[in-house]
């Protein structure tokens, strides 16, 4: 299964996220296709490098479910039109700076 995103142009830097399907975190997935609740480990894709990857993430739905293709950087931050909702999955929520991911919490 996969969420219905926005298409990216194949030229646009892209990096493939999903939920952890044991845990329910969000995870990205690496250069050596496993996958990381860190977005710094995530691989930067363009073209069909990405498409392969979204094809390879859906058929792992044991370790990960809804992958899609999100709107990265060159150098792999968060960028596009859904800044904030990427940023909210990748550091946590935004109602105090003591919960979450950006705290330290797991």
Avoid: C
């Avoid at 860190?38 to 069909?48: E, K, Q, T």
Wanted: proline share 8%; glycine share 8%.
């Amino acid at each position: 299964m996969s969420s219905a995103r926005p298409r990216l142009a194949p030229e646009t830097p892209k990096m493939v996220t999903a939920w952890d399907t044991a845990t329910g975190r969000t995870v990205y997935m690496t250069p050596s296709r496993e996958w990381s609740v860190n977005i710094a480990d995530g691989a930067v894709l363009v073209g069909a490098a990405a498409d392969d990857a979204l094809a390879f993430a859906a058929s792992d739905e044991g370790r990960a479910t809804d992958p899609y293709v999100m709107q990265v950087s060159p150098l792999g931050e968060i960028d596009g039109r859904e800044i904030i909702r990427e940023t909210i999955r990748a550091v946590g929520p935004t109602n105090h700076p003591m919960f979450g991911k950006q705290a330290g919490n797991p």
